[in-house]
């Protein structure tokens, strides 16, 4: 094979890489960045997003990033939920499972299930954010934001998906 044959391969093979690899601009930068600082990362509901913890090899969500919301008492010492499993994001409403067993405390419960409801209470427009650590008082709890069936997801899958489309269901203009 020729040189010029060779290279016009290799330019297209760059070519085809780069643009594979640039996800949907939406008008919102938050729900555009896929990778950011070499941390694979991925939105849910504005401002939660799941990013790659490359030390730990493992996804988290934090949550304490400065924003009002009505945090239960089984959440005070949650400033993050680590090695994150399983997550579904319906009607609104960001459930998320972990094995990890964080325990800070003898007076904290070890939390295995979450509910996230951004901006959700009335009074103040502040984020629900709940724990469990019991499936079925999970189940009993997301029944009252009518939800029956949890479609859970790995993060993996879900960030193939958003590299892939730019898009996730819960995106505004993702239809």
Not at 6 to 23: E, K, N, V, W
Request: one cysteine or more; hydrophobic letters at 40%.
């Amino acid at each position: 094979m020729n040189k010029t044959a060779l290279s016009c391969i290799l330019a297209f093979a760059l070519i085809i890489t780069i643009a594979c690899g640039i996800p949907v601009s939406h008008p919102d930068p938050f729900y555009s960045a896929w990778e950011e600082w070499g941390v694979a990362r991925f939105p849910l509901i504005k401002p939660y997003e799941v990013y790659f913890s490359v030390g730990l090899d493992w996804w988290t969500i934090d949550l304490d990033f400065g924003i009002q919301y009505r945090r239960s008492a089984e959440m005070k010492f949650y400033l993050g939920i680590d090695d994150v499993q399983e997550i579904a994001v319906e009607k609104g409403v960001i459930m998320i499972y972990t094995p990890y067993e964080q325990n800070n405390s003898d007076l904290q419960k070890v939390l295995y299930w979450f509910v996230i409801i951004p901006g959700k209470t009335e009074d103040t427009n502040d984020d629900i954010l709940r724990g469990f650590d019991k499936e079925s008082d999970f189940l009993e709890f997301i029944k009252e934001y009518e939800i029956e069936n949890v479609t859970w997801e790995s993060p993996e899958d879900i960030k193939r998906r958003f590299v892939a489309t730019g898009c996730l269901d819960w995106i505004p203009e993702c239809d």
